[in-house]
């Protein structure tokens, strides 16, 4: 007779974690803003190129169209076709890094979405009427975490979609890695190593700034 074996019960908690996440980005937008890009890049990598673009602009729209149409001074038809050619550049990141990981399965294929992200949505905010593509409000939801909102007043908010894109890119990578700690540890140090240096050099700036500020007041 087969033995039966016991569930893991870190991995079913480690799900639960994982799926509670997820949910609760849906309602708390800071976090929705990190989840969002992963469930994105996830959700087209499933699919072949072209049709999950096409379906992934579609529930974009869906969702889109409604929570946008109190606050636009457009209406009707126009509303319509300049949210379509939003949902489109919004997606389309997505899409060039579906086809880069297709070519190159290495760590650099991640940073074809960030790269993507941030040029793409900053053509979007200068040809798209700001009540329909807004490429800083998605940064904005990230303004009362400290540490990123200190860097989008240095960088600027291009900074914190460039890694919200990137981290969505870099968990799907892992994913696809199986999340193997062999074939993780480098790409892993390099985005944690990304990470630290920038948070590091910002929060270091904050603390020279505050000391001059201190002199000259002493001054």
């Known amino acids: 007779m087969p033995t039966k074996t016991s569930p893991n019960r870190l991995l ?13 980005g849906f309602v708390f937008s800071p976090l929705g803003a990190w989840t969002g890009a992963v469930l994105c890049a996830w959700f087209i990598g499933t699919q072949k ?14 969702l889109r169209l409604p929570s946008n149409w109190h606050r636009s001074q457009l209406a009707g038809i126009e509303y319509a076709g300049w949210t379509i050619l939003a949902v489109l550049i919004s997606v389309l990141p997505f899409l060039l890094y579906r ?22 949505g900053t053509l979007g905010q200068l040809f798209l009427p700001a ?3 807004n490429l800083h409000s998605l940064a904005q939801t990230q303004s009362g975490i400290f540490p ?32 193997q700690a062999k074939k ?32 000259s007041l002493r001054g």
Request: include cysteine; charge should be positive.
């Open 184 to 215: 993780i540890a480098a790409g892993a140090g390099i985005f944690g190593a990304a990470c630290i240096l920038v948070l590091g050099s910002v929060l270091s700036g904050k603390s020279l700034a505050d000391r001059s500020n201190c002199m």
């Open 49 to 62: 190129a072209w049709r999950g673009f096409l379906l992934l602009a579609a529930i974009n729209f869906i």
């Open 99 to 120: 086809l880069a990981s297709q070519r190159r399965q290495g760590f650099l294929s991640t940073l074809s979405l960030p790269l993507w992200g941030v040029a793409l």
């Open 148 to 179: 990123l909102a200190r860097i989008a007043v240095i960088l600027g908010t291009g900074a914190i979609l460039f890694f919200i894109y990137w981290f969505a890119a870099v968990i799907n990578w892992m994913w696809s890695q199986e999340f």
């Open 131 to 133: 009540g329909i593509f």
């Open 12 to 24: 079913q908690s480690a799900d639960v974690a994982i799926i509670s996440i997820f949910v609760l």
